[in-house]
């Protein structure tokens, strides 16, 4: 059977490798939408190969709707989700109201709305594939487990490019230095949140509405080889774990086509000498992981939505060189604030939207400046 597959972010780094795995499996997949932000004439050259016709192509400029449109079309059975940020909102929520699956590469749609997906889905199955590295490796390993057994979870973190740093040396660095990330190559927004470990909290956000976990049973550790991608600890102290090469390749596939098949994704060689390390996180060299997990604990769905627009606004800013790399938590801090004196209860994807233009208004480059 030939699942019909619409890539939302076709030209970004998740994007180009899932149509990797469509070539790779012509018999299992086919492409039938395809979305870019602005490279339209990329977008175009990949409808050209896949046989996607041009209505079933867009861009930025075809509108807020567009994206919806493709998530939704009658020929589509599955939604790879792999826009980056608040982008991702509305066509993964409207996908999943019209029954279609969705491979969910975008990790601020559970960041912000894990509690309307989950109404929808229930979290990680058939209709809610995780892509995410970490996710995918927790979402294998808890299947092979029933849900008493399990002690908690534990999420690997490589650290980033300044993982050994010293905290007073932060305020100095670059946005080319934080784009070069030690061991994975990913586009610039959860270059920069991997740098600050923003994307490593959101992930223990997304775990916590994929598996329906509490936030006490989810940790952190430092890894700094990315080849253990997640581990489960049971009740009794035994401990899975889901390891492989640090490449996407395989977590895509595996959301994807749902078996083991072969691919193109690149093999542990076990016959090198390795070695694995892991630690803890030094919370004086990346402040923005404990303030995103004090948001997500609180409660607060307004707040965290502040926070989340906040991010996006950061990053921005520290890309263009208008704010430095330690501005980006008091940035966070003020974004959360904002959402927290939003709507009482956060119960729409309208009251998300209201918060994250409320923040973008507040945290606008002449506001900051």
Known sequence: MTTRLAILGATGSIGRQALEIVRAHPDRLRVTALSADTNAASLAALGLEHGVPPGRLA???????????????????????????????????????????????????????????????????????????EHAALWQCLSATEPPGVGRVILTASGGPFRDLAPEELDRVTAAQALRHPTWRMGPKVT???????????????????FD????????????????????????????AQLAQPDML?????ALLLDRVPGPAPRLDWTA?????????????????????????????GAMAGLSAADEIAVELFLAGEVGFGEIPRLLRRGAQIGAGGPGRVTTLEDIIAIDAAVRRALAPAAVS
């Open 59 to 133: 861009t930025r400029d075809d509108g807020p709707g567009a994206l919806e449109a493709l998530a939704t079309a009658a020929d589509v059975d599955l939604v790879l989700v792999a826009t980056p940020g608040g982008a991702g909102l509305r066509p993964t929520l409207a996908a999943l109201e019209a029954g279609r699956s969705v491979a969910l590469a975008n990790k601020e749609v559970l960041v912000v709305a894990g509690h309307l997906v989950r109404a929808l889905t229930g979290g990680a199955g058939e209709r809610l594939r995780p892509v995410d590295s």
């Open 273 to 301: 000498e390795r070695a694995l390390h892991f630690g803890p996180i030094d919370a004086r060299r990346y402040p923005c992981l404990e303030l995103v997990l004090e948001t997500a604990r609180s409660g607060d769905l």
């Open 213 to 240: 976990l509490p936030y006490e049973r989810i940790d952190v550790v430092l890894h700094r080889e990315s080849v253990v991608h997640a581990l489960v600890e049971l009740a009794d102290g035994s401990v899975m």
């Open 192 to 210: 920069v949140d991997s740098a600050t470990l923003v994307n490593k909290a959101y992930e223990v956000i997304e775990a916590h509405w994929l």
């Open 250 to 254: 395989l977590p895509i596939q595996y």
